[in-house]
């Protein structure tokens, strides 16, 4: 599958993120390992596929978890599947591991584009290996006819002070070593309107706000800088149902009418605004 399948009309990438599912689970002190919260987890993630993905232009699925719940999903909407295996044992900051039984020819199989989470820096020891591994998957999705989302997170490992400033720099270089190495890239927004023409200004391929660990307020408000900017789009979850708003309404799991009313009503409308936001931009 290519960029297109994963585009609406108006040439924005709108991506609902349900590999960011867990953060819903942390929010509602649900344990996923408990066969109650998980068969209340596995509901809600079905019902948000169910109402929300015909409004987005593609959904980013986890094969470890949210596999099952591709049969739910719009007919109209793309696919994208992570590649990395998510777990609390592994070290975010080493090279990513791909899951079990899984990669690039199963994504193909599946009618979907490849993504893979990065965390970066370009000082880091493994920096180097980080680049040949992304670059090979890039090779081998260009041999199967896919496309490559390459979602970039850029950290700091030194104990001198962190400022936007100094993030802002090491993410421009890392766009600069990875650029070559996908077809999309999603991004943290690191700074204000001048930085995000910047990263514009520097790729010669489109990317994307990804919106995590913020409630939805602050997540428009950073959209809207982003796609003022240049930037095609969004991939979120997290602001979908991250907030104290959305763990009171969904934290008596037992009551499914009133979950299934909350995804089809709020959690809905702040997907379509999203959208509407990215559309409007983008179309001027």
Known sequence: MKLHNIQNSSGVYSLLDFSRISTLAESMGLDIDHLEHKDALDFMSGKIMEYISPEVS?????????????????????????????????????????????????????????????????????????KQFVAEINDYCDYEGIDFLLELMVYHP?????????????????????????????????????????????????????????????????????????????MAGDPIWFGSDVKKMLSSHQDRDKIETYIKTIMRDKIIEATRISNEINSI
Not at 168 to 197: K, N, P, W, Y
Not at 205 to 223: A, D, M, S, T, V
Request: aromatic share 8%; hydrophobic share 40%.
């Open 158 to 234: 030194g104990t001198e002070e962190v400022t936007d400033e100094l993030m802002l720099e090491i993410q421009l270089q890392a766009i600069s070593e990875f650029s070559r190495s996908c077809d999309l890239i999603s991004l943290e927004f690191l700074g204000d309107s001048l930085s995000a023409v910047t990263i514009t200004a520097e790729l010669d391929i489109p990317w994307i706000y990804n919106g995590r660990g913020i409630g939805y307020e602050e997540f428009k408000q950073n959209l809207r800088i982003c796609v003022e900017s240049g930037a095609k789009g969004f």
């Open 58 to 130: 593609g959904v980013i699925v986890d094969p470890d978890f949210d596999f099952a719940n591709i049969i739910r999903k719009s007919s109209s909407t793309g696919l994208v599947m992570s590649l990395e295996k998510k777990s609390d044992s592994l070290d975010p900051l080493a090279i990513p591991i791909i899951s079990e039984n899984w990669g690039i020819e199963q994504i193909r199989n599946n009618y979907g584009l490849a993504k893979l989470e990065l965390y970066y820096h370009p000082q880091e020891p493994e920096a180097m290996k980080k």
